[in-house]
């Protein structure tokens, strides 16, 4: 009954029947909640309600009174302002025992200890700085199988992860003041270098897995310049040319002694002390307070191929998922169209259903037409007044077998355009003890959570502010190259 409930809810959603989807949305929880009170099938219904209540709350964000344009995405920003622009006091008692942890770590990449790592260690131990940290870390999950197949595929240290996490919090549209976009924040020039593509329609500086790769490919090749990985990140942060002139002015191809000599800017001399410390955190979670999280599930999708220009309400429709799911499995996707050869990423398991959904509606109408699964009840009379078609343009659109008798489960090819959800509205639409407003889905998840299913209720957040650093372009600087081998020999003879 909970299920009839909501697939006419969602019939109604996309039909632009917003009053009607909200009562039907409600009486779907309505009756699940119900099913809660017998305790044989407690733990199959909380589980089928956690999925219902996730997928109201993206229809509930899409268009139920929190609408967005779907030409205008949203874009996040990185907590670097926030975190390097600040000096943090030294706890003596924190320094012994972050050597005692690092004792007992292992780790691929060389992990210094002194005061200005001591000290964002410290900040990283504050209700604040863990707050960051958390957040970070309960993203990081989602993407944290891909992030590592590719830094080991390019030779670069898996702690060089936790620079998404300064840089972005592993949010793939985090943006900068200076236009830097993207987990891994490459202004639009230096993500040319590495292959990043950008159009009207899509920026791959915003999408996951292609700027990874090209984040460890610039970072080894700063490493291979370089000879040093606390440079490398330096350069990442401020620019090659940046770290190379200091490197001229002084004599030493050593962060450290760079950052002594005050050579460096503010923000990157305080860039890899800070990345040090996020690394010594995460590897020791438990002694921070963060090993208790609730982790984003891995990033699992099907991909299809895209022909013909495409709205992603059409995807939307041919998958059976909302269409803000769509969206965030698509970040490099700028406006509510995919254009032509663009890689689809969609749910897990859905692939198959979505290309055969897309090959009933002719290339040409992608842009306009939408899909309409049947559910019980309905006549090609009520799908033809929901979508304000005739039934000869439904005629038209359909093999004369599927009109004939609409089964439940058919999909049928609606030729009208598509229409945008209404823009929010202030007035909560409640019936009965849930809200189908946003705030409603948001409590009826904490119920659940409140029943057992869950500790936490995952939450997005947005960083208050963004990173200002930008990544200039790439030039060659043979006199630092020189004092990075005059600087090796001098270790060397040091060691000898």
Not at 168 to 190: D, K, L, N, T, V
Not at 191 to 210: F, I, N, Q, T, V
Not at 278 to 293: E, F, H, R
Request: proline share 6%.
């Amino acid at each position: 009954m909970a299920e009839a409930h909501f697939q006419k809810g969602r019939g109604l959603y996309h039909s632009g029947e917003m009053d009607a989807a909200r009562r039907e949305f409600d009486l779907a929880v309505e009756k699940l909640m119900d099913g809660l009170e017998c305790p044989e099938e407690r733990a199959a219904v909380e589980r089928r309600l956690e999925k219902m209540v996730e997928a109201i709350h993206h229809y509930d964000v899409e268009g139920l009174g929190a609408g967005e344009d779907p030409d205008q995405p949203g874009f996040d920003r990185s907590p670097l302002d926030e975190i390097l622009e600040m000096t943090f006091a030294i706890d003596p008692k924190l320094k012994d025992k972050v050597k005692e942890e690092l004792s007992a770590t292992v780790s691929q990449l060389p992990l210094d200890l002194n005061d200005a790592v001591v000290s964002y260690v410290n900040y990283f131990s504050s209700e604040r700085g863990r707050r960051i940290m958390a957040f970070g870390l309960r993203r990081a999950a989602r993407y944290r199988p891909m992030i590592s197949r590719v830094l080991a595929a390019e030779g670069v240290p898996l702690e060089l992860m936790q620079l998404a996490q300064a840089e972005s919090g592993f949010m793939p549209r985090a943006i900068s003041r200076a236009r830097a976009a993207g987990m891994w924040q490459f202004m639009a020039s230096r993500g040319g270098e590495y292959g990043l593509r950008r159009s009207a329609y899509h920026d791959d500086r915003l999408d996951p897995e292609k700027a990874t790769r090209a984040a460890a490919r610039h970072l080894r090749d700063l490493y291979n310049e370089f000879g040093d990985w606390y440079l490398a990140m330096a350069a990442y942060n401020c620019g090659p040319m940046c770290v190379a002139r200091a490197i001229e002015r002084t004599g030493y191809a050593d962060f450290w002694e760079l950052r002594k000599r005050n050579v460096l800017p503010k923000e990157t001399a305080n860039y890899v002390p800070a990345i040090l410390a996020m690394i010594i955190v995460a590897k020791n979670a438990k002694d921070y307070g963060l090993d208790n999280l609730e982790e984003d599930p891995p990033l699992v999708y099907d991909t299809v191929d895209i022909a013909a220009p495409t709205n992603l309400a059409l995807v939307a429709d041919a998958a059976g998922a909302p269409l803000p799911e769509i969206r965030e499995l698509n970040p490099a996707l700028l406006k509510a169209v995919a254009p032509a050869g663009y890689a689809m990423r969609v749910p897990k398991g859905s692939g198959e259903w979505v290309m055969a959904g897309l090959n009933t509606v002719p290339a040409a109408k992608r842009l306009s037409w939408r899909l309409h699964k049947v559910s019980n009840g309905d006549t090609v009379a009520t799908i033809a007044r929901r979508y304000a078609v005739t039934p000869a343009a439904l005629a038209s659109a359909n093999s004369a077998d599927l009109l004939a008798g609409p089964e439940a489960g058919n999909v049928l090819a609606i030729p009208v355009v598509y229409r945008q959800a209404p823009a929010p509205r202030s007035k909560k639409f409640t019936s009965g003890r849930h809200s189908t407003h946003r705030a409603g889905y948001k409590a009826a998840r904490t119920t659940l959570a409140r029943s057992g299913a869950h500790r936490t209720v995952s939450t997005s957040a947005r960083h208050a502010a963004g990173k200002s650093a930008t990544h200039r372009v790439r030039r060659s600087a043979p006199t630092a190259t020189s004092q990075v081998a005059a600087t090796r020999q001098r270790r060397r003879a040091t060691v000898n």
